[in-house]
């Protein structure tokens, strides 16, 4: 999966995203706001040690030297220079000393302008707070007013009168003190603003895409689940979505604060000091070689990650599902050798996972604690040369330490990323493969609905070179009830699908009441014809619920017409609550002849022109096949009835009888005609009355 391939699923991931840009646009306001207070908390402690911490001041001699080179100094410097009374010195703060040149710096030095010796100016406000003789030994009287103190003189003070002369400077490291606790709270109160709206962007874009996931997955054929496992459409609606949400929150956002902290962190260094900048992103080439070389081997561990969880839900959901097939043929030995294998494949996908970040991880720990070692060796001689300042070089060894936090959090969101396009990719797939039954652009609606089924020439197969139907040509007439039979494969069940348009054909026509079938809409063909089928899935909720399978207009009346139509009243007035009972899963809480009763008055609930009933009565016992015989033969004077059946007592009772052989119909007529004409229905005659 290449990088055009990734930008494309963004750009799909993107249009789900539009309809919050408003929301995504105020967290990533936040998250500039939050970007910029953490940067600035280093750069606060770097204020702290400079300014009041070690507030020196060097001494600049205007006096007594030669007067070009105090004049050089001047023009240079003169808005940093802080003069005395008579003008004959001067002072220059140190943070203003470690910003300038090296080679200007040791040559004005050389020359006598600056000197070595330090001072502390107190201001006049705090000289009666201590002894004047003591301070005023080599002290200067500066235009302002205040006393520079020589730092020798200060510190012969006691600690009473040291804290008295720089109340200034320790009302200052309690005000950066205090700003910097308040920023923290900043931080928090953002952050959680951040945090909501991107639970809130997220959650919703997830809303969306799995529903329209799950639109889309209903929409299409039959055919597209005869091909995919249950388990892989699952994970497709729950694991891969999840891992997308994880995108969205942990990547789509948090990735460009990132970005913005290494941008402020290089950009504030420069300014700080760009030479020590410059040795520190010395190890920035090396950095992004180890972090491109885990990216791909990430990618691919992520890759057969995904495909063994994918693997490994498939097997369980179809195990469990067949669970009592299982435990009836004693196979839960076999069973758990082949999922021991599955899962052992999954953990050795999850270990190669973990060996790249074990791996990864340390090499980053090494760079940060190298390039920590590499600041404090060239930063710590600048500081010793006193051509950088203590809190310059805090502040270096701070943003360095934050510099790495940013990468290791942008490889481990590139994992979380590689997960979710995976299952982006996995998504937009399934999303893009259009196996559906075709809606006609303009939908016919007869005048006169009578159920008249005709098939003309049909032909079909599932599969191709192995034709099911073979110009099958025959009319259920109005009102008729037309049988079905043939011995198992005989394409019985296949004619049942294409009536219903779980299948297109291949050739020829299949018309009810003259139109057809591909020219009736899903909703109008489905209103038409009701299935019931020999394999009854009943929904988990109340009874009525999965009678009326959650279409409106239906009244409590004709719901309990087709319950009586259909006999299940025999059944449904003996449970607690009714038809309001709820459903256990499957219909756990109904005998096999219940559900096909329940699917029966389901089928009857629109009032169907044409009732198909496909092996509906080969699965219940006789007192309940007596009862759908009753409501069989109450429904056919109204409605055209296509049965699929085994046992002899629904075949007789029909107007006509098709016999299917190898995809054909080889004989039709009643079943006296068929008995008589000895042909392949005598014979599966003979065969249903002995196993009868």
């Known amino acids: 999966m290449g990088k055009p391939y990734n930008l494309r699923l963004l750009r799909r991931l993107a249009h789900y995203a539009f309809p919050y840009k408003k929301v995504i646009a105020l967290a990533l306001f936040l998250t500039i706001l939050i970007t910029l207070l953490e940067l600035a908390l280093p750069y606060l402690s770097k204020i702290a040690i400079d300014r009041y911490i070690l507030s020196a001041w060097y001494e600049v001699r205007l006096s007594g030297i030669e007067a070009k080179a105090a004049r050089d100094f001047l023009e240079r410097y003169r808005s940093a220079v802080e003069k005395t009374k008579d003008g004959s010195h001067g002072l220059i703060a140190h943070t203003h000393i470690k910003k300038m040149d090296p080679h200007l710096l040791n040559k004005f030095k050389e020359d006598g302008v600056i000197t070595e010796k330090r001072f502390y100016r107190i201001p006049a406000e705090q000289l009666g707070q201590v002894e004047p003789v003591r301070l005023h030994r080599g002290a200067m009287t500066m235009e302002d007013g205040t006393l520079a103190v020589p730092i020798e003189a200060l510190n012969e003070l006691t600690r009473e009168e040291i804290l008295k ?253 590689q997960s979710a396009m995976a299952s982006t990719e996995r998504i937009f797939e399934f999303m893009d493969h259009r196996e559906e039954i075709p809606e006609p652009a303009r939908p016919e609606r007869p005048g006169n609905q009578e159920g008249h089924i005709q098939f003309q020439g049909v032909s079909f197969a599932y599969q191709k070179d192995q034709p099911v139907l073979r110009d099958v040509s025959f009319e259920v007439n109005p009102g008729e009830m037309v049988a079905v039979v043939g011995a198992t494969g005989a394409g019985k069940t296949t004619v049942v699908n294409l009536i219903e348009r779980f299948y297109d054909r291949d050739q020829g026509r299949i018309l009810l009441d003259g139109v057809d079938i591909e020219a009736y809409s899903k909703m109008d063909l489905s209103a038409h014809i009701g299935l019931v089928m020999q394999d009854v899935f009943i929904f988990s909720g109340s009874l009525v619920d999965n009678i009326t399978m959650g279409r409106d207009g239906v009244s409590q009346e004709v719901i309990d017409r087709a319950i009586r139509e259909a006999n299940a009243h025999t059944f449904i007035e003996r449970l607690p609550r009714g038809d309001e009972e709820e459903m256990g899963e499957g219909g756990s809480n109904l005998s096999a002849g219940e559900r096909q009763l329940l699917s029966f008055a389901r089928a009857l609930a629109y009032d169907p022109k044409v009732l198909i009933l496909d092996e509906a009565t080969s699965s219940v016992d006789p007192e309940t096949e007596r009862l759908i015989q009753e409501a069989i033969f109450r429904m056919t004077e109204k409605r055209t009835t296509l049965v699929v059946a085994h046992r002899l007592s629904t075949i007789r009772s029909a107007d006509r009888i098709l016999v299917m052989h190898h995809g054909q119909i080889r004989e039709q007529g009643t079943h006296e005609e068929l008995m008589a004409l000895g042909g392949i229905y005598y014979k599966l005659n003979k065969f249903r009355e002995v196993e009868e």
């Open 165 to 417: 002369a720089r109340a200034g400077d320790l009302r200052g490291v309690v005000f950066i003190g205090l700003v910097i606790i308040l920023f923290l709270f900043f931080n928090l109160g953002l952050g959680y603003g951040q945090y909501y709206l991107l639970e809130f962007t997220g959650q919703n874009i997830m809303q969306d895409i799995r529903l329209q996931l799950f639109r889309r997955m209903q929409s299409q054929a039959v055919s597209f689940f005869d091909r995919h496992p249950l388990g892989r459409l699952v994970t497709r609606v729950t694991n891969d979505i999840e891992n997308l949400n994880e995108m969205f929150k942990s990547v789509i956002i948090t990735v460009f604060k990132d970005i913005f902290i290494l941008t402020g962190i290089l950009a504030v260094l420069l300014y700080m000091n760009w030479r020590l900048a410059l040795v520190s992103f010395i190890l920035i080439p090396f950095i992004f070689g180890v972090t491109v070389l885990f990216s791909n081997l990430a990618r691919e561990a992520f890759r057969e990650l995904r495909a063994a969880v994918a693997k490994m839900n498939g097997f369980l959901q179809e195990r469990i599902t067949g669970m009592r097939i299982i435990q009836l043929f004693a196979t839960e030995a076999f069973q758990t050798r082949t999922f021991e294998k599955i899962n052992h494949e999954n953990y050795l996908a999850g270990m190669k996972q973990i060996r790249v970040f074990a791996v990864f991880m340390p090499i980053m720990e090494l760079f940060a604690a190298f390039a920590v070692a590499l600041i404090i060796w060239y930063g710590g001689g600048k500081v010793i040369h006193e051509t950088l300042s203590l809190g310059s070089l805090v502040a270096f060894i701070s943003y360095i330490q934050m510099f790495f936090k940013p990468i290791r959090d942008i490889s481990e969101k590139y994992n979380i990323m």
